[in-house]
């Protein structure tokens, strides 16, 4: 019985040798082209934890509900979307939220905390 990898071209030979991250997510263009018309309004947010160690900057469509771009952190940061809340100016965000409805500007902070039940005795 022979032992060898299944493909011929070694491992990191197949990997691309520089990796980049976009910057800014973009949530709202599920076509993922980059033409954008005049009259769509996107508002750039910063989605931060309560310690301070994770920022991550987001593009939305002011009328998209915000489960997309609640999808898109706990993908990008490896959670569940039941683990955590999201809260902007004391708020809960709720699934069904709009930018527009919250009333979001331009590098407005949405912050991130871990969710928590229980504390009955």
Same mark, same amino acid.
């Given at each position: 019985? &022979? !032992?060898?990898?299944? !493909? ?14 976009? +910057?800014?997510? $973009? ?5 993922? &082209?980059? @033409? ?13 934890? !309560?310690?301070?160690?994770? +920022? %991550? *900057?987001?593009? #939305?469509?002011? +009328? ?9 952190? !706990? @993908?990008? #940061?490896? *959670? ?6 999201? %809260? ?9 939220? $709009?930018?527009?409805?919250? =009333? #979001? ?12 039940? =229980? =504390?009955?005795?």
């Amino acid at each position: 019985m &022979d !032992c060898r990898p299944c !493909c011929s071209k070694s491992f990191n030979s197949a990997l691309p040798s520089k990796v980049e991250k976009p +910057e800014i997510s $973009t949530i709202g263009n599920p076509e993922g &082209d980059d @033409k954008v018309s005049s009259s769509v309004e996107y508002i750039q947010v910063r989605v931060i934890t !309560c310690d301070l160690t994770n +920022e %991550v *900057h987001f593009r #939305l469509k002011a +009328e998209v509900e915000m489960i997309r771009m609640k999808k898109a952190y !706990c @993908k990008k #940061l490896g *959670h569940e979307v039941g683990e955590i809340r999201f %809260v902007f100016d004391g708020l809960r965000i709720t699934d069904s939220d $709009t930018p527009k409805s919250l =009333g #979001l500007v331009d590098d407005d902070v949405i912050e991130v905390y871990q969710e928590r039940t =229980g =504390g009955g005795m």
